[in-house]
């Protein structure tokens, strides 16, 4: 075989085992949250009976907006793209901020809202709910969240 076809096949057989490692080369996961408990240290309970229904929101909310306070009938969790968000408990007082790259396991059935700073912050939601339950109920006199 001359150097030129040695080369040439060579090559082939490189250009094929990258690709074959391509196509079985595994994913990279990384968990962002895991959780049993909200964010402020509350148990999460079992879910009411029913089909499950996965709701998933990406929520823009300006600078300087508190949302109306409000309660989550399910676990949630968010993800923050940019910005920041404080979540408050109503009841508790207790305040904790969030910032870009973070996650956190939203509040189930206890008052609470959230806060953003100078900048408007951007959000992923995942409520793991049961069909036909609402996402967030606002607080009696309070306007919807969105």
Do not use: C
């Not at 074959?20 to 309970?45: F, R």
């Not at 996965?54 to 409000?70: C, E, F, N, R, S």
């Not at 951007?122 to 309070?142: A, R």
């Amino acid at each position: 075989m001359n150097p030129k076809t040695a080369l040439a096949s060579l090559t082939l057989a490189l250009v094929a085992a990258s690709a074959h490692a391509q196509q079985t080369s595994s994913a990279k996961a990384d968990t962002l949250v895991k959780a049993e408990s909200s964010w402020n240290g509350v148990p999460y309970t079992s879910y009411s009976g029913g089909r499950p229904e996965l709701t998933m929101l990406k929520m823009t909310i300006p600078a300087h907006t508190a949302l109306p306070w409000h309660t989550h009938p399910n676990p949630n969790a968010a993800y923050v793209l940019s910005g920041s968000i404080t979540v408050e408990d109503k009841a508790s007082g207790k305040k904790q901020a969030f910032h870009a790259g973070e996650a956190f396991a939203e509040e189930v059935g206890q008052v609470h809202r959230g806060v953003t700073g100078d900048e408007p912050a951007v959000l992923v939601i995942t409520y793991s709910g049961v069909k036909g339950t609402p996402t967030f109920v606002p607080e009696k006199g309070e306007k919807p969240e969105y």
